[in-house]
């Protein structure tokens, strides 16, 4: 079955504690992103993939790493969360040939930082 | 900059009732256009786009038609049923760098009651 697929799902840290949410895809998509969603702000962008080692910034990178060293995986890292940092995180996949694709998202990391 | 409005939420509606959910983007470029729907628990799933002016994108009894006059492309369905409750997210694409990169509206919550 196609998908992307997120871990944990659910996740209760401490200020400070460093964390990753893996991410995986196995459509072999070429491009990957990270999305963040808070109330009343939708969905926003925090870092995409377009292929293996290529990474750039969305709209709110602060606070966040990733890193694209094989094609089906684009865990995010925080270093050192903070509390505006709970939030529900999407990651998605599409493919990039031809015309603009469907973005596929995983099932969300609920994200909680005391 | 590149953005999307949707009408603010949360609408309620009765079983068969028509449904409109506003948006409207920012005419910059030429973006790609969609909606995406999020069930409860679940990541977002695309539920229909269009590519260009005047394309009217339809799945599972929705509808939007893509209006570069009004810069507009409002969801529609004909006669809501209780599993279509859900939040749905109006996006577009970015005007510049990759195509791959959406941005979303804030999200619009659908109830509908038996």
């Known amino acids: 079955e196609a998908q992307v697929t997120q871990n944990p799902r659910y996740l209760i840290t401490v200020t400070g504690k460093k964390l990753t949410v893996t991410c995986s895809q196995n459509?072999?998509?070429?491009?990957m992103s990270w999305y963040r969603q808070d109330p009343g702000l939708g969905l926003r962008q925090i870092y995409y993939s377009m292929n293996v080692e290529v990474t750039d910034k969305g709209d709110v990178p602060e606070g966040y790493k990733v890193s694209r060293k094989e094609k089906r995986n684009f865990p995010l890292i925080l270093e050192s969360p903070s509390p505006n940092q709970t939030s529900l995180y999407f990651c998605?996949?599409?493919?990039?040939?031809?015309?603009?694709?469907?973005?596929?998202f995983g099932p969300g990391t609920r994200l909680t930082v005391l | 900059g590149d953005s999307v409005t949707q009408m603010e939420g949360p609408v309620t509606l009765s079983e068969e009732a028509f449904l409109t959910i506003n948006c409207t983007y920012t005419a910059t470029g030429y973006p790609s256009l969609f909606w995406y729907v999020q069930y409860p628990g679940e990541g977002l799933q695309l539920l229909l786009k269009a590519t260009k002016a005047d394309d009217k994108g339809s799945n599972k009894g929705f509808e939007a038609t893509y209006r570069k006059e009004t810069t507009s492309f409002h969801l529609e369905k004909g006669s809501v049923q209780v599993s279509d409750s859900a939040v749905y997210f109006c996006?577009?694409?970015?005007?510049?760098?990759?195509?791959?990169?959406?941005?979303f509206g804030s999200g619009t919550q659908l109830t509908v009651l038996p």
């Open positions: 459509m072999n998509h070429e491009y």
């Open positions: 998605a996949s599409s493919s990039t040939g031809g015309i603009i694709n469907e973005q596929f």
């Open positions: 996006a577009r694409t970015i005007s510049s760098g990759s195509a791959r990169q959406l941005t």
